[in-house]
Antibody
Framework: EVQLVESGGGLVQPGGSLRLSCAAS????????MNWVRQAPGKGLEWVAN????????YYVDSVKGRFTVSRDNAKNSLYLQMNSLRAEDTAVYYC???????????????WGQGTLVTVSS | QSALTQPPSVSGSPGQSVTISCTGT?????????VSWYQQPPGTAPKLMIY???KRPSGVPDRFSGSRSGNTASLTISGLQAEDEADYYC??????????FGGGTRLTVL
């Protein structure tokens, strides 16, 4: 059974940093692109970033470029999102999501974690 | 990277059919057959319902179907059931190698 479990969310002041983690199990982690998707309270879904199986390619939504960094550790079956220079508008539930097809980034995502809440406020 | 356009809400009675539209541009939905639809009941994580415009993952009822014409994709739910009440989101791959979601549509089963 595919499982994705996010952690690391919490309350942080504007301008601060936070590192999210996602522990994956139930599939061959090092064969899938992985994604982060967020959802502000009461709002819709927003794709944030993804990373290739070997970490050699990464893509970001414009609003987080230069502030967020996605990474992975295939030995630990883990995905990360380092978030710096956080703003109030980054407040959201952050979901870890698996790429739909192994080896490809273009098909969207299939499995999602339950999410971790990040609140940016003074 | 503007969001895809969806109607804020749709509604239907049990047994009826509803269709949710999703409009993009030639930079996303119009260029790829990489359109997905997700169902999100309140307080839960999204669930994949349709991928590659028309395909259903295992376990998704065949009451759910997808289509696309030009820059607009559609999700049709036939034989509406109370359990279908949820928010629905479309998503597409883009020419920038990123993804974009629609703003979401709240489905109410009357």
């Amino acid at each position: 059974e595919v499982q994705l479990v996010e952690s690391g969310g919490g309350l942080v002041q504007p301008g601060g940093s936070l590192r999210l983690s996602c522990a994956a199990s139930g599939f061959t982690f090092n064969t899938y692109w992985m994604n982060w998707v967020r959802q502000a309270p009461g709002k819709g879904l927003e794709w944030v970033a993804n990373i290739k199986q070997d970490g050699s390619e990464k893509y970001y939504v414009d609003s987080v470029k230069g502030r967020f960094t996605v990474s992975r550790d295939n030995a630990k079956n883990s995905l990360y999102l380092q978030m710096n220079s956080l703003r109030a508008e980054d407040t959201a539930v952050y979901y870890c999501a698996r790429g739909l097809k192994p080896g490809s980034s273009t098909y969207g995502v299939d499995y999602w974690g339950q999410g971790t809440l990040v609140t940016v406020s003074s | 990277q503007s969001a895809l356009t969806q109607p804020p809400s749709v509604s239907g009675s049990p047994g009826q059919s509803v269709t949710i539209s999703c409009t993009g541009t030639s930079s996303d939905l119009g260029s790829y057959n990489r359109v997905s639809w997700y169902q999100q009941p309140p307080g839960t994580a999204p669930k994949l319902m349709i991928y590659e415009v028309t395909k259903r993952p295992s376990g998704v009822p065949d009451r759910f179907s997808g289509s696309r014409s030009g820059n607009t994709a559609s999700l049709t739910i036939s034989g509406l059931q109370a359990e279908d009440e949820a928010d629905y989101y479309c998503s597409s791959f883009t020419t920038s190698s990123t993804f974009v979601f629609g703003g979401g549509t709240r489905l109410t089963v009357l």
